[in-house]
């Protein structure tokens, strides 16, 4: 299965297509939107357990967003997806229709670990660490 790769470039963010770049939106504004330059997702003992996640005492792995981001890749159904929405719209907060989606698709992802199908199954928050 083909993924979509990601590039940050000015600090906008791009999705890449069949037929180029995409643009998502400015960085700033989706740091913005997840609620901050970190997001953090809290879980469980029994998903603690696994070996490969790295969570603090409290169960909470904490991460940044530009970092994620500009590793992530996207499958064909999901760059459709915010492909179709408008950059030229903005939401009732006066943000790229795009971007809003950009982030609020990402915050479900995260929130459900990658299985949106599941729902999400832990507590998060964003966390703006910048002062």
């Given at each position: 299965?083909?993924?979509?790769?990601?590039?940050v470039?000015?600090?906008?963010?791009?999705?890449?297509?069949?037929?180029?770049?995409?643009?998502?939106?400015?960085?700033?504004?989706?740091?913005?939107?997840v609620?901050g330059?970190?997001?953090?997702?809290v879980y469980?003992?029994?998903?603690?357990?696994?070996?490969w996640?790295?969570?603090?005492?409290?169960?909470t792995?904490?991460?940044?967003?530009?970092?994620?981001?500009?590793?992530?890749?996207?499958?064909?159904?999901?760059?459709?997806?915010?492909?179709?929405?408008?950059?030229?719209?903005?939401d009732?907060?006066g943000?790229?229709?795009?971007?809003?989606?950009?982030?609020?698709?990402m915050?479900?992802?995260?929130d459900?670990?990658?299985?949106?199908?599941?729902?999400?199954?832990?507590?998060?928050?964003?966390?703006?660490?910048?002062?």
């Amino acid at each position: 299965m083909k993924r979509y790769q990601t590039d940050v470039r000015t600090d906008d963010l791009y999705i890449e297509t069949d037929d180029g770049w995409l643009t998502v939106g400015a960085m700033d504004d989706i740091c913005e939107l997840v609620g901050g330059e970190t997001y953090s997702i809290v879980y469980g003992k029994r998903q603690q357990a696994v070996s490969w996640l790295d969570t603090d005492d409290e169960g909470t792995l904490t991460f940044d967003v530009r970092e994620t981001l500009a590793e992530m890749s996207y499958d064909k159904e999901f760059v459709s997806t915010v492909a179709d929405v408008p950059i030229t719209e903005s939401d009732d907060e006066g943000y790229p229709l795009r971007t809003s989606v950009f982030a609020d698709l990402m915050m479900r992802i995260w929130d459900s670990k990658g299985n949106l199908e599941a729902g999400p199954e832990t507590q998060t928050t964003g966390d703006d660490t910048s002062t």
